[in-house]
């Protein structure tokens, strides 16, 4: 875990790498190709890379009308813009007609730092989760982040994936393996288990490693994709270690500790706490600070992980 | 043969209205005499085969005109005139607003205003990138073009030099709250879309020969797409609900229906 990449560095490589393969895919940005890192794609593919300038909007609707005609459009602006401003065209014209779009969005989360709370979207899961047809993926790290990118070029149908701004520890090798619906179990243990999504995989493991030193043995499964989520994996973590913590780098309303809590009620219910934002928005900062103040470090991932243990 | 045609729709708007007992009649038949050139004359499809891959396109980006599209797309043969009954009718194929998934001739789901004419810039742009000899077409509403949306689309496809998009306003002059002017003004609309880099062309939206000639005339214009402003009479040809707001969204009872039908000529 000592190398560090950000996932939104794996995208855009693995974007120029599928476009070799893949003359379907084509990419639009609206305006942050730098950032997003489809400037890769627009230097390899000029031809297959549209800059639909700061129109968000305009932006899906183009990419579901690539769509109709066969092509697979990889679609990148900041997760904000994405899935909050241009939620009802992904809404109505991509998810509603099931089209191939892929919306790829980057600068989720706290950790975009200094820009601030209006850029920190602490809520897309939820929105994207809950339109119909739409599969919503994080992955945690470089490697699972550009194998997200294969999975959901062969995927027939609309997707909403999320990258992040800062560098991160690469967790997987390369020889992982990726399937969308398919949750991983990182790490074994049978006291608890921690179901971590994107950044949140590598502070569990940390978690897991502090827990450890106090004779607790926890299991990490890091959650990729958030819908279709893997039940299974879920009700056996809970049957096999009667206690459950969620963590996501998200609002604790209606993401990953939703998706995971309506699971475990409906099969298995056992105690479980969620970390995440509580019900808040960011504000500027670095993004260690950050992740400390809003109480998402490794540290608060162990503390919860005893306190739910306590309630066993 | 066009008149015969366009009758043929009008009629079909009136009786899958009436029989789904709500929908947009007005702004359907102000549409009528476009979709019959553009369906009967102009575009290249083939209702045997909906998806063929060089058909041209037509995207109804005024969703809530669907009973429009469908009597265009019944009298055209994509499917039965019967399906046209069951208009907004539980399980039927004919929903309030088009459905792509479900409704064969139907390109773009649509409803949202603005968001079909979005994508017709993207079918634009696939085609050319293809190069493909495929045009686009996409309706809009003279109320939809309030929407922000539109205009992002509308400066996406000059700046992508769209002469393979054609864009046609419906150019009725009413809205749901009343007239255009009262509601949000939109003029001076050909300014508008000259200033965004379009070809604008002006015509009476229910002259054949005019909607004809400035259809073939926008196929010319290069390295700009071109919107065609139809002036158009909403609810034109049932003289009782021509210019009548109140028929943007209300379905005919039993007696206005067979007074509609009896103008247009002729009973069921």
Not at chain 2, 21 to 40: K, M, Q, R, W
Request: proline content about 3%.
């Amino acid at each position: 875990m000592n190398n560090k990449i950000a996932t939104r560095e794996a995208y855009g490589k693995a974007l120029v790498e599928l476009g070799k393969v893949n003359e379907k895919v084509v990419v639009l940005d609206a305006d942050l190709s730098k950032s997003t890192k489809t400037a890769a794609f627009q230097k390899e593919f000029p031809n297959r890379f549209f800059n639909m300038g700061i129109a968000e909007q305009n932006l899906m609707g183009t990419a579901a009308g690539f769509a109709t005609s066969e092509k697979i459009p990889f679609v990148s602006t900041f997760a904000m813009f994405a899935s909050g401003r241009a939620f009802e065209i992904i809404r109505n014209s991509i998810g509603y007609p099931k089209l191939n779009v892929k919306v790829c969005a980057t600068h989720a989360g706290i950790t975009v730092g200094e820009d601030g709370a209006s850029h920190q979207a602490l809520e897309d899961l939820a929105c994207m989760r809950a339109i119909p047809n739409m599969v919503v993926l994080n992955p945690a790290d470089a490697v699972s982040a550009k194998k997200a990118v294969f999975a959901m070029a062969e995927y027939n149908g609309p997707v909403y994936a999320r990258f992040g701004r800062a560098a991160v520890p690469v967790i997987y090798d390369e020889d992982m393996n990726f399937e969308i619906g398919k949750g991983i179990e990182v790490k074994e243990g049978k006291d608890a288990a921690i179901i971590a999504t994107g950044i949140m995989v590598a502070e569990a493991i940390k978690a897991r490693e502090i827990l450890s030193k106090k004779g607790i043995e926890v299991r990490v499964i890091d959650m990729h994709t958030i819908k279709p989520i893997d039940e299974e994996i879920l009700i056996k973590a809970a049957k096999e270690t009667g206690a459950i913590v969620t963590a996501e780098e998200h609002n604790i309303i209606g993401g990953l500790g939703s998706a995971v809590a309506e699971v475990l009620v409906e099969n298995y219910p056992i105690p479980m706490k969620r970390v995440g934002t509580l019900d808040t928005f960011g504000e500027s900062g670095k993004p260690a600070e950050l992740m400390k103040k809003y109480a998402l470090t490794a540290e608060d991932i162990a503390k919860v992980v005893e306190e739910v243990i306590n309630k066993k | 043969m066009l008149k015969k045609n366009a009758t043929e729709i009008r009629k079909g708007i009136i009786k899958a209205v009436h029989a789904a007992g709500s929908g947009h009649p007005g702004g359907s038949l102000s549409a009528a005499d476009i979709l019959t050139v553009l369906y009967f004359y102009k575009m290249k499809v083939d209702p045997k085969n909906p998806k063929w891959e060089e058909r041209d396109r037509f995207v109804l980006s005024k969703g809530h005109a669907a009973p429009v599209l469908y009597a265009t797309l019944a009298e055209k043969g994509f499917f039965s005139k019967e399906e046209l009954l069951k208009l907004r009718h539980i399980g039927a194929m004919l929903q309030g607003h088009p459905d792509m998934k479900g409704t064969p001739g139907v390109e773009m789901s649509t409803g949202s205003l603005g968001q079909g004419f979005s994508c017709s810039i993207g079918m634009a742009l696939a085609a050319k990138l293809d190069k493909k000899d495929i045009r686009v077409y996409a309706l809009l509403g003279d109320g939809e073009v309030q929407e922000g949306i539109v205009w992002e689309a509308a400066m996406a496809a000059s700046h992508y030099k769209l002469d393979n998009l054609t864009a046609i306003l419906d150019f009725n002059g009413l809205q749901i709250d009343g007239k255009n002017e009262d509601v949000m003004n939109i003029h001076p609309i050909k300014e508008k879309w000259e200033s965004f880099g379009w070809h604008v062309l002006e015509i009476d939206g229910h002259s054949f020969e005019e909607i004809i000639s400035v259809l073939d005339k926008a196929d010319e214009i290069k390295d700009k797409p071109t919107m065609i402003i139809a002036k158009t009479i909403k609810g034109k040809g049932v003289s009782f609900m021509e210019n009548q707001v109140g028929w943007h969204g209300t379905a005919p009872k039993d007696d206005e229906k067979e007074k509609a039908l009896k103008e247009l000529g002729g009973a069921n």
